[in-house]
């Protein structure tokens, strides 16, 4: 079921896209430091949005390893308390009565 739900989801976006794209068929003029380059409003969206979830997507590459060293860390030192734990548990109790 979630498999139709992602498909139809997707084609309703797709669909969305092609409708944008054929109601801005304008040209957009990009002036840039070596020249000039003309594309489809719509073309330009989507490269300016792809640049920018790329990006996104650099600047948390630092904080993504940062986690995951923590996070290691964590689980090693949850597996050192584990063992402490578990080699507790096998020393006898005396009873002093």
Same mark, same amino acid.
């Given at each position: 079921?979630?498999? &139709? =739900?992602?498909?139809?989801? *997707?084609?309703? #976006? $797709?669909?969305?896209?092609?409708?944008?794209?054929? !109601?801005?068929?304008?040209?957009?003029?990009?002036?840039?430091?070596?020249?000039?380059?003309?594309?489809?409003?719509?073309?330009? &969206? =989507?490269?300016?949005?792809? *640049?920018?979830? #790329? $990006?996104?997507?650099?600047?948390?590459?630092?904080? !993504?390893?940062?986690?995951?060293?923590?996070?290691?860390?964590?689980?090693?030192?949850?597996?050192?308390?584990?063992?402490?734990?578990?080699?507790?548990?096998?020393?006898?109790?005396?009873?002093?009565?």
């Amino acid at each position: 079921m979630s498999r &139709l =739900v992602k498909l139809c989801v *997707f084609l309703l #976006v $797709l669909l969305l896209g092609v409708i944008f794209h054929l !109601r801005n068929a304008q040209l957009v003029v990009i002036d840039y430091y070596l020249g000039t380059l003309e594309l489809p409003f719509s073309a330009t &969206l =989507v490269f300016v949005l792809s *640049f920018g979830v #790329v $990006l996104g997507i650099l600047a948390s590459i630092p904080a !993504r390893i940062r986690l995951k060293r923590e996070n290691a860390r964590l689980l090693k030192q949850v597996s050192i308390t584990e063992k402490e734990v578990n080699a507790l548990r096998v020393i006898p109790v005396k009873d002093n009565i």
